[in-house]
């Protein structure tokens, strides 16, 4: 009976259950069963066929919220820029997909504050499948867990105390308005809007491939003719299927529908300038800092060849897999591993691409000897994490779930 409501929710929000695990689905049935105090299964099916109240009830159980604050802060940097090569006398419209709690909408909101956008200048509409996340997305309270990294700089400007949190200020708030939908319900759910900019992240990998070319058709729809896609790390081998052209810039994971408008992506040796805040917001240091490439708290790790030709070689496999060239970043990857030798940031890379080409065993094989080299690498972790997930082994991904959190507890994170 089960396999029958797994099958209702590929249908209706395209999910998974294997990417997310069986025996999640199979209690959330149980949970909802329970609540409805209903203890026969096809009982149960007949009412959430005839209920689509009851169905949004068990979308809530099965949609498992994970997100904080500019999650891979360079997309931010570069939806920005698009933005301000884009710029004109209509707002820029910018949709966040799934939107989850919120945190990817409000992040949005910032960055485009920080690029100099006045609020009148740009709108976002955050969309989710979950009602629970949507109303956790409007109230709008968020703890610590939100908060990752060590570039945390914009809580300063754009936050204020709450309750049990901390809240966006008004000004980010009033940019954004959230709803339940579906990216695979009806165009007319979406009404006539057409988005400057999509960001569809991290939910193509949980999706099989009828569903994932089924999405990016849809995607491309929502898109205006120059308009902006920005999909996760192991997702960008997908939309060049789909004839979208790489923005070339490296870990946004950014593509155009048409071709794009020529800029100047950041060299390695130069820091991305910050644009001014608005005078509507408190100024404090720059928010949107690229990463640096190679750390220094990996161990083991000694380049043979001087750290600024390590780190041009690691942008040019960045750029390659963003492109989502992926044979040919995997190529790459290993001269630079033969040149400069190991280090965390290529085995991450390496298995990324590895992740986007299929080849699962030997990604999970890279994620481990990047967090061998570096124990606290948190896209590794992460990365990995969601690998052993979707090849069944849950019990693998909640220690390194673990793993992850007593990282970001050590670090203040």
């Not at 192991?234 to 593509?255: D, Q, T, Y």
């Not at 590895?354 to 094989?365: K, L, M």
């Amino acid at each position: 009976m089960t396999g029958a409501i797994e099958k209702l929710l590929t249908e209706t929000i395209g999910l998974d259950s294997a990417s997310v695990g069986p025996t999640v689905v199979r209690q959330a049935v149980r949970d909802r069963m329970a609540a409805c105090r209903i203890t026969n299964p096809q009982t149960y099916k007949e009412h959430l066929t005839g209920s689509s109240q009851e169905l949004q009830e068990l979308i809530n159980a099965v949609v498992i919220p994970e997100t904080w604050f500019f999650r891979d802060r360079e997309a931010f940097t570069m939806l920005a820029r698009h933005a301000r090569v884009h710029k004109r006398a209509q707002p820029i419209k910018v949709l966040s997909l799934p939107c989850s709690t919120g945190e990817e909408a409000y992040s949005v909101a910032m960055a485009m504050f920080d690029a100099s956008f006045e609020a009148h200048e740009f709108k976002i509409d955050g969309v989710d499948v979950s009602s629970r996340n949507i109303a956790t997305a409007e109230r709008a309270i968020y703890g610590r867990n939100s908060f990752r990294g060590s570039h945390l700089e914009f809580k300063d400007r754009y936050f204020e105390a709450a309750e049990s949190g901390l809240r966006p200020t008004a000004a980010v708030l009033k940019q954004v308005r959230f709803r339940v939908g579906n990216l695979f319900g009806s165009r007319a759910s979406f009404g006539q809007e057409v988005y400057d900019i999509v960001l569809f992240r991290n939910l193509l990998i949980y999706f099989n491939r009828e569903l994932q070319d089924r999405a990016l058709i849809c995607l491309k729809d929502l898109l205006a003719k120059d308009g902006l896609l920005l999909v996760g790390p192991a997702e960008a081998a997908l939309p060049r299927l789909h004839g979208f052209i790489s923005a070339e810039w490296p870990l946004a994971f950014a593509f155009l529908k048409s071709e794009p408008v020529k800029t100047t992506a950041p060299t390695v040796s130069a820091a991305i300038p910050a644009p001014t805040p608005t005078p509507k917001v408190n100024k404090s240091k720059p928010l949107l800092r690229p990463r640096p490439t190679i750390g220094n708290e990996a161990r083991g790790q000694a380049p043979a060849k001087p750290l600024a030709q390590a780190s041009e070689s690691l942008i040019a496999v960045e750029r390659i897999a963003n492109a989502g060239r992926v044979k040919e970043a995997q190529e790459v990857a290993l001269a630079h591993l033969k040149e400069f030798g190991p280090s965390a940031q290529i085995f991450y890379l390496l298995g990324l691409v590895q992740d986007a080409d299929g080849a699962a065993p030997q990604a999970a094989q890279s994620y481990r000897k990047a967090l061998y080299l570096a124990p606290n690498h948190r896209e590794a972790l992460i990365h990995l994490a969601l690998l052993l997930r979707k090849q069944g082994d849950h019990n693998g991904a909640e220690a390194l779930a673990g793993r992850l959190g007593r990282v970001q507890k050590r670090s203040g994170s």
